[in-house]
């Protein structure tokens, strides 16, 4: 048993040696390609392409969403908001909330838990 065992021990070091090596070379033959194989590189590309197309979609759906903003201030009368920083809206909205919560407070609608 043990001449097995140190059999498999002398052996193992020079399949060690063998098995590293080629690694190392498959390794730096890939790194000199690039890295990558023919079919990785084709879905790295398209799938490139399709976030390209992804971020084009979203951008236009932003600018719906912008445009239907400005349509819809328009509708209730706030055509003057329009005209106006997001920042001065957001005083505007915020000033209107505390007002409101205010008034409610005043009638004692507001039930504290």
Request: aromatic content about 2%.
């Amino acid at each position: 048993m043990q001449d097995v065992l140190i059999i498999l021990s002398i052996m193992s070091v020079p399949l060690a040696a063998i098995f590293g090596r080629t690694y190392i070379r498959v390794k730096r033959i890939q790194a000199e390609n690039g890295g990558l194989s023919k079919t990785e590189k084709l879905a790295l590309q398209e799938s490139l392409g399709k976030q390209m197309d992804l971020q084009q979609r979203v951008e236009a759906l932003e600018n719906i969403i912008i445009s239907m903003d400005k349509e819809i201030l328009s509708l209730h009368g706030y055509t003057h908001e329009l005209h106006k920083s997001p920042q001065e809206q957001v005083k505007r909205l915020s000033h209107e909330l505390r007002n409101q919560i205010a008034v409610t407070k005043q009638n004692g609608q507001v039930t504290q838990s």
